[in-house]
Protein backbone atom coordinates (compact mmCIF):
# COMPACT_ATOMS: atom_id res chain seq x y z
CA UNK A 1 0.00 0.00 0.00
CA UNK A 2 2.77 2.38 0.53
CA UNK A 3 4.57 1.64 -2.70
CA UNK A 4 1.23 2.36 -4.50
CA UNK A 5 0.50 6.21 -2.51
CA UNK A 6 4.56 7.00 -4.02
CA UNK A 7 3.87 6.11 -7.52
CA UNK A 8 0.62 8.41 -7.05
CA UNK A 9 2.44 10.77 -5.40
CA UNK A 10 5.45 10.50 -8.48
CA UNK A 11 2.45 10.57 -11.26
CA UNK A 12 1.20 13.66 -9.28
CA UNK A 13 4.47 15.61 -9.44
CA UNK A 14 5.18 14.52 -13.03
CA UNK A 15 2.16 15.79 -14.16
CA UNK A 16 2.49 19.43 -12.45
CA UNK A 17 5.97 19.29 -14.21
CA UNK A 18 4.49 18.72 -17.62
CA UNK A 19 1.63 21.04 -16.94
CA UNK A 20 4.80 23.86 -16.17
CA UNK A 21 7.03 22.25 -18.99
CA UNK A 22 5.25 20.14 -22.04
CA UNK A 23 8.41 19.84 -23.71
CA UNK A 24 10.21 18.30 -20.46
CA UNK A 25 10.99 14.58 -22.02
CA UNK A 26 12.29 13.08 -18.48
CA UNK A 27 9.04 14.18 -16.71
CA UNK A 28 6.86 11.77 -19.75
CA UNK A 29 9.48 9.02 -19.35
CA UNK A 30 8.98 8.65 -15.66
CA UNK A 31 5.31 8.93 -15.75
CA UNK A 32 5.76 6.48 -17.84
CA UNK A 33 7.57 4.30 -15.48
CA UNK A 34 5.49 5.41 -12.67
CA UNK A 35 2.24 3.95 -14.66
CA UNK A 36 4.38 1.01 -15.63
CA UNK A 37 5.06 0.04 -12.36
CA UNK A 38 1.32 0.19 -11.20
CA UNK A 39 0.58 -1.84 -14.43
CA UNK A 40 -1.46 0.90 -16.04
CA UNK A 41 0.12 -0.05 -19.24
CA UNK A 42 -1.85 1.61 -21.76
CA UNK A 43 -1.12 5.10 -19.67
CA UNK A 44 2.51 4.16 -19.49
CA UNK A 45 2.31 3.39 -23.27
CA UNK A 46 0.76 6.95 -23.69
CA UNK A 47 3.96 8.32 -21.42
CA UNK A 48 6.37 6.72 -23.16
CA UNK A 49 5.19 7.47 -26.69
CA UNK A 50 5.28 11.73 -25.52
CA UNK A 51 8.51 11.47 -23.95
CA UNK A 52 9.86 9.72 -27.90
CA UNK A 53 8.37 12.47 -29.92
CA UNK A 54 10.66 14.88 -27.80
CA UNK A 55 13.51 12.21 -27.93
CA UNK A 56 13.27 9.65 -30.53
CA UNK A 57 16.71 8.32 -29.93
CA UNK A 58 16.65 6.96 -26.15
CA UNK A 59 17.28 3.42 -26.22
CA UNK A 60 15.96 3.58 -22.34
CA UNK A 61 12.46 4.65 -23.74
CA UNK A 62 12.14 2.44 -26.83
CA UNK A 63 12.97 -0.62 -24.22
CA UNK A 64 10.39 0.75 -21.70
CA UNK A 65 7.78 1.13 -24.34
CA UNK A 66 8.31 -2.35 -25.45
CA UNK A 67 8.33 -3.78 -22.44
CA UNK A 68 4.67 -2.16 -21.82
CA UNK A 69 3.31 -3.77 -25.23
CA UNK A 70 4.77 -7.09 -24.31
CA UNK A 71 3.12 -7.06 -21.08
CA UNK A 72 -0.24 -6.29 -22.35
CA UNK A 73 0.47 -8.76 -24.82
CA UNK A 74 0.83 -6.29 -28.03
CA UNK A 75 3.88 -8.38 -29.07
CA UNK A 76 4.59 -7.01 -32.20
CA UNK A 77 4.20 -3.30 -31.19
CA UNK A 78 6.84 -4.45 -28.24
CA UNK A 79 9.54 -6.11 -31.30
CA UNK A 80 9.15 -2.95 -33.39
CA UNK A 81 10.25 -0.82 -30.12
CA UNK A 82 12.91 -3.52 -28.75
CA UNK A 83 14.37 -3.69 -32.28
CA UNK A 84 14.56 0.05 -32.17
CA UNK A 85 16.01 0.61 -28.52
CA UNK A 86 18.95 -1.52 -30.15
CA UNK A 87 19.70 1.04 -33.01
CA UNK A 88 20.71 3.28 -30.16
CA UNK A 89 22.01 0.40 -27.53
CA UNK A 90 23.62 -2.61 -29.65
CA UNK A 91 25.13 -4.03 -26.71
CA UNK A 92 22.10 -4.19 -24.47
CA UNK A 93 22.10 -7.96 -23.79
CA UNK A 94 18.79 -7.55 -22.09
CA UNK A 95 17.18 -6.29 -25.14
CA UNK A 96 17.92 -9.42 -27.32
CA UNK A 97 16.36 -11.58 -24.13
CA UNK A 98 13.52 -10.30 -24.67
CA UNK A 99 13.14 -10.61 -28.72
CA UNK A 100 14.35 -14.01 -28.47
CA UNK A 101 11.30 -14.65 -25.73
CA UNK A 102 8.69 -13.16 -27.80
CA UNK A 103 9.91 -15.09 -30.76
CA UNK A 104 9.62 -18.32 -28.89
CA UNK A 105 6.15 -17.10 -27.93
CA UNK A 106 5.06 -16.27 -31.26
CA UNK A 107 6.55 -20.07 -32.03
CA UNK A 108 3.47 -21.85 -30.21
Known amino acids: MCLKADFDAAIYN ?3 TIDYDPYNAPAFYNLGNAY ?4 EFEKAIFAYNSALKLNPDSAE ?5 AS ?6 DFDNA ?5 QSLQYDPK ?4 YVNIGAILEKRSF
Open 79 to 83: LKHYR
Open 61 to 65: CHFNI
Open 92 to 95: NSET
Open 36 to 39: YMKN
Open 68 to 73: AYNDKG
Open 14 to 16: YKK
